[in-house]
């Protein structure tokens, strides 16, 4: 395939997954199974399609190496058995490891908790020409902790700060966070994985079924299961709170993992394309020093 037909393709899905209106905005109308322009019997292409897009996207962060102006935040968010490692295995396969990290957020740790919620994330962010994963993020503080309220409990905030507002006030400081982010060259994509009920299940039964993936499955998933539309309720809430033109939020159908992971990748690379990415031009000077390094490489026995 043709750059320029990847490039179109890329802007197209990145179009169809990005979240364009927020007032209004109801998370039911993402339909989890839905595969975009593709039909089922586009599988075989977008194998193809994805393979020539991790070879663009390597391409890509090979230029922001370079460059060294800009970085990427991509941010995963998702119920369990949404297919966020596997996204990220497969769409990131291509990548320099120098030039890409991945930050698992897990329950906080002590010290964490002895830090506000931003902290351990903020200390994690991608410097300059380097991109960085988030699996899962400080998006949890609106979503586990609004869950399950015994949470800020345990992390020790003066109880006059928890009031009823503390939701729209995290909202608010996030907005700014990401905004002060995105004005010193943080270009920010934040995903949420968008897998059906149903989906999780048979996921869950596989994970039981099958003894190679029976690590992948935990007794405490189903506990967040029964929290099932708590979190539905939490997710929408979030991404019509936070969602913005500098760090916007993209919804990714998660039931077909095919077209998830074309998706994902569509997103990326229409965020790195847009930047413009050039390797630095040489000036003359420095040429003048390369063409004398290159001599004495010459002139060696």
């Not at 990145?14 to 019997?41: K, M, Y």
């Not at 391409?59 to 596997?86: H, N, P, T």
């Not at 991404?239 to 994902?264: C, G, L, Y």
């Amino acid at each position: 395939m043709k750059e320029t037909e990847i490039l179109r393709t890329a802007r197209r899905l990145a179009r169809h997954c990005g979240v364009h209106q927020t007032r209004g905005f109801r998370l039911s109308r993402f339909d989890p199974a839905d595969t975009g322009p593709f039909g089922s019997e586009d599988k075989p292409k977008t194998a193809e399609m994805l393979s020539e897009s991790i070879r663009l996207l390597s391409e890509l962060q090979d230029r922001l190496y370079a460059q060294d102006r800009w970085s990427l935040l991509v941010i995963f968010q998702a119920m369990d058995a949404a297919g966020k490692d596997g996204a990220i295995k497969h769409v990131m396969s291509g990548i320099n490891p120098a030039g890409c990290e991945v930050h698992s957020f897990k329950a906080p740790s002590p010290a964490e908790l002895d830090h506000d919620y931003m902290w351990r994330a903020l200390k994690v962010v991608p410097p300059r020409g380097t991109i960085g994963i988030f699996n899962r993020s400080y998006y949890e503080e609106v979503l586990v902790a609004r869950v399950h309220p015994e949470i800020l409990g345990r992390q020790r905030i003066p109880p006059e700060l928890v009031t009823g507002r503390i939701w729209s006030e995290r909202f608010r400081d996030i907005r700014r966070i990401e905004r002060y982010l995105a004005r010193n060259g943080t270009v920010i994509r934040k995903i949420f994985l968008n897998v059906s009920k149903d989906e999780q299940k048979r996921r869950f039964l596989e994970r039981i079924d099958q003894p190679e993936k029976n690590w992948k499955f935990s007794e405490a998933d189903l506990g967040e299961r029964a929290h099932w539309d708590e979190y539905m309720h939490a997710y929408g809430d979030m991404i019509r709170n936070t969602s913005s033109e500098h760090a916007p939020w993209h919804i990714v159908p998660a039931d077909n993992k095919w077209f998830t992971r074309i998706a994902v990748a569509s997103i990326l690379i229409e965020a790195l394309s847009d930047l413009d990415l050039r390797y630095p031009v040489i000036d003359k000077k420095r040429r003048a020093s390369l063409a004398v390094a290159r001599k004495q490489l010459l002139s060696e026995d």
